[in-house]
T-cell receptor, first 111, second 114 residues
Framework: GENVEQHPSTLSVQEGDSAVIKCTYS??????FPWYKQELGKRPQLIID?????GEKKDQRIAVTLNKTAKHFSLHITETQPEDSAVYFC??????????FGRGTSLIVHP | DVKVTQSSRYLVKRTGEKVFLECVQD?????MFWYRQDPGLGLRLIYF???????EKGDIPEGYSVSREKKERFSLILESASTNQTSMYLC?????????????FGAGSRLTVL
C-alpha cells in the first residue's frame, strides 16, 4: 500500500518567517495531494490541494508544490502568523479514493 | 453549518464494555470513514464504507466493527473496550469514488477506557 512520510514532526518559527513541510510518497500512481490543518481542539479541515497534472498552486500565503518525479510535495506558508499554529497533515490518494495521511507536523509560530 | 456530527464528544468507559460511536452526515456523501488519532501517529484508518451496508477494513481494524444501515449514518463499535483503545476517534465523509475526494471531518469523540 501507499507509504507517506511527513517531515518535520515539529516546526517552530518566529512570526513573519516562512515554514515548509514536506511529504514523500511511494505509489507513482497517486494523483491527488491535499493538506489539512487541525487547530487545537478542532477538526481537521482542508486548506489546499493539488492534482498530479499541476506543479504548484497558491492561495494567498500558502502554496503547495509537487514533484512527481521525486514523489514529494511540500506545503509552504509565508509570513507566518500566530493563528497558523496548528497540526498540518498531508495526504495522498491514488487509484482508490482512500487517502493515506502523513503523521502530522505541529507548527508553532512564536509572536 | 455542521455537516458531520459525532454524537459524543467525550466518553469514559470501563474495560470490557461495549462502546458505540455514532456519526451522521447531511451532505449525501457516498463514503464514510472512521479514523483514530494518537499523538505522533497521525490519522490511522480503522474502517470505511463506500455504500450502505458496505464496509471495508482499513489499516487498524482489530478490535473494532462498523455498521452502515443508512447512507447518512456510520457507527463504530468496540465490542469489548480495552485500555489501548483510549484515543480520539474522528469520523469523516467524502462525496464520491474518484481520487480527488475532500474529506469533511466531525469534531471527534475522545474515548477513555479505564
Amino acid at each position: 500500500g501507499e507509504n507517506v512520510e511527513q517531515h518535520p514532526s515539529t516546526l517552530s518559527v518566529q512570526e513573519g518567517d516562512s515554514a515548509v513541510i514536506k511529504c514523500t510518497y511511494s505509489d507513482s500512481a497517486s494523483n491527488y495531494f491535499p493538506w489539512y490543518k487541525q487547530e487545537l481542539g478542532k477538526r481537521p479541515q482542508l486548506i489546499i490541494d493539488i492534482r498530479s497534472n499541476v506543479g504548484e498552486k497558491k492561495d494567498q500565503r500558502i502554496a503547495v508544490t509537487l514533484n512527481k518525479t521525486a514523489k514529494h510535495f511540500s506545503l509552504h506558508i509565508t509570513e507566518t502568523q500566530p493563528e497558523d499554529s496548528a497540526v498540518y497533515f498531508c495526504a495522498v490518494t491514488g487509484g482508490s479514493y482512500i487517502p493515506t495521511f502523513g503523521r502530522g507536523t505541529s507548527l508553532i509560530v512564536h509572536p | 453549518d455542521v455537516k458531520v456530527t459525532q454524537s459524543s464528544r467525550y466518553l469514559v468507559k470501563r474495560t470490557g464494555e461495549k462502546v458505540f460511536l455514532e456519526c451522521v452526515q447531511d451532505m449525501d456523501h457516498e463514503n464514510m470513514f472512521w479514523y483514530r488519532q494518537d499523538p505522533g501517529l497521525g490519522l490511522r484508518l480503522i474502517y470505511f464504507s463506500y455504500d450502505v451496508k458496505m464496509k471495508e477494513k482499513g489499516d487498524i481494524p482489530e478490535g473494532y466493527s462498523v455498521s452502515r444501515e443508512k447512507k447518512e449514518r456510520f457507527s463504530l463499535i468496540l465490542e469489548s473496550a480495552s485500555t489501548n483503545q483510549t484515543s480520539m476517534y474522528l469520523c469523516a465523509s467524502s462525496l464520491g469514488h474518484s481520487g480527488a475526494n475532500v474529506l469533511t471531518f466531525g469534531a471527534g469523540s475522545r474515548l477513555t477506557v479505564l
